[in-house]
């Protein structure tokens, strides 16, 4: 899915934390260049002006990013790459978005020095994906500059890896393009929308998410300043070989407020239906903005919908609009789960994420939770369904079978659509921990009505 941009221009100066003003975009539209880029034609430069009035980072923020970029980021010439992908050749093809194709490749990388890669003196062959910009995509090189800038500083396991990226102008044209790590399990999307053969289970899903809070937690609340991520969507959330969920395209994050201030002023930029609303509404941007889309995505774990999906009847085609009906009925409820899990999967559990989704969909933003402590909320989620080895091991099998059963006769049971294998051991935990683990109401109060 594509992103938008709602406005071209910039938005009004609103009250004193006004962070984008045209010159200072300016400004770090030739810094950034002079970060990404050492070859970079600068007669093109005021023709992506109009591109630039909303880099969102002031100057100092550029040089903070040059400073601190820890990652080994190549820079790669573009007859490598093109060689690496065999000429882009569309059998190679393994995506598309607003920025162009994605191809995989091999590429030579420096090795470690121990010589079991495969290369010569060390040196190693590394599989890869590799974005080429189109030259009349939708977004641009302010983007490919912010993926290059903040890739270049932020590491975390469940943050996509830039390997390298190319910057050449020549006079065929510009040629932009990011290297990243190959992801070989591609992303959430083509998982949750039926492109691949097996579903997801729903324990897999629970992690998925767990760690995709994770990366948003790191960005918003782990380093000594913040990014608000601003497009986090299941084609952004890709997938290792273990299914370890990482988040790429930075091309549209931006710095969060400066101390002291609530918010930051920026032209409205994500993708429809994920956008959080006082965000669409007011262009004033928070990191409870990504905890927003976060609920979005979460309800695509749950359901196995897009966020907007035009192909369904009308009344069904905004996700979160659909699922609103179902969510306050516990005997509807099961209705909107993913089909593709076949019942395989604890209808509690459903319940809990689907609780802590509508408290990310809360509508003031200031009551939606951090993403921390959204990352506590899914453990104990995951938990629940799968204990912890550490958990007593004191119940034989029969004992276990034998109080499932009589917990079903007590009615706490009923709700048991979708028994599955997970069922026994999510009860057994039930059982064990002696603690109160209602699910609580499902509270649509909250909920913005028909936002976008
Ligand atoms: N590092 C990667 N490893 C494996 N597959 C990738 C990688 N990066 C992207 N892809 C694939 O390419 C597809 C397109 O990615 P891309 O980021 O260009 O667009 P998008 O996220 O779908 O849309 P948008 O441009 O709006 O962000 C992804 O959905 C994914 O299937
Ligand atoms: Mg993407």
Redesign the pocket.
Same mark, same amino acid.
């Given at each position: 899915m594509r992103c938008f941009h709602f406005t071209n221009g910039e938005r009004k100066p609103d009250g004193e934390d006004v962070v984008v003003s045209r010159s200072s975009a300016r400004v770090s539209w030739a810094r950034s260049l002079s970060v990404a880029s050492s070859s970079v034609d600068t007669t093109r430069r005021s023709e992506f002006d109009s591109e630039c009035s909303e880099l969102g980072d002031s100057v100092g923020f550029l040089e903070l990013l040059t400073q601190r970029r820890a990652n080994d980021v190549r820079v790669f010439k573009f007859s490598e790459l093109k060689a690496a992908t065999k000429g882009f050749n569309r059998t190679l093809m393994i995506g598309e978005?607003g920025f162009g194709c994605v191809y995989r490749g091999v590429v030579k990388v420096a090795g470690d020095g121990d010589g079991d890669g495969g290369g010569d003196g060390g040196d190693r062959f590394l599989d890869v994906a590799i974005k080429q910009l189109d030259r009349n995509g939708f977004q641009g090189h302010k983007e490919w500059i912010n993926e290059v800038n903040f890739l270049g500083v932020v590491n975390h396991p469940n943050l996509v890896k830039l390997v390298g990226y190319c910057a050449e102008d020549d006079e065929r044209g510009i040629q932009r393009l990011l290297v990243y790590e190959l992801m070989s399990n591609k992303s959430l999307e083509d998982h949750l929308l039926g492109r691949s053969k097996s579903p997801l289970s729903w324990m897999t899903r629970l992690r998925i998410a767990e760690g995709a809070a994770r990366g948003l937690a790191y960005l918003h609340e782990e380093m000594d300043f913040q990014l608000i991520f601003r497009d986090f969507k299941t %084609?952004?959330i890709l997938l290792d070989e273990d299914f370890t969920p990482k988040l %790429?395209?930075f091309g549209l994050a931006r710095q969060g407020p400066a101390a002291g201030l609530t918010h930051v002023s920026t032209v409205v930029v994500g993708t429809v239906g994920y956008a959080a609303p006082e965000y669409v509404q007011t262009g004033r941007l928070t990191s409870k903005s990504d905890v927003w889309s976060f609920g979005v995505v979460l309800y695509e774990l749950i359901t196995g919908r897009r966020a907007v999906e035009r192909n369904l009847p009308r009344n069904e085609q905004k996700l979160l609009e659909w699922v609103k009906p179902y969510i306050s009925d516990s005997k509807k409820f099961h209705l909107i789960i993913d089909p593709r899990l076949e019942g395989d999967y604890p209808i509690k559990s459903v319940h809990k994420l689907a609780h802590l989704a509508n408290k990310c969909l809360t509508k003031n933003p200031k009551s939606r939770p951090k993403m921390s402590e959204v990352v506590e909320m899914l453990g104990n989620i995951i938990d629940d369904v799968m204990p912890p080895q550490e958990e007593p091991e004191a119940q034989t099998e029969t004992e276990t079978e034998t109080q499932v059963a009589e917990e079903n006769e007590d009615g706490l049971g009923e709700e048991g659509c979708g028994v599955n294998y997970v069922r026994r051991v999510f009860e057994f935990k039930e059982l064990v921990s002696l603690r109160n683990r209602s699910c609580g109401r499902l509270d649509w109060r909250y909920w913005t009505h028909g936002s976008r």
């Open positions: 978005g %084609s952004n %790429s395209d």
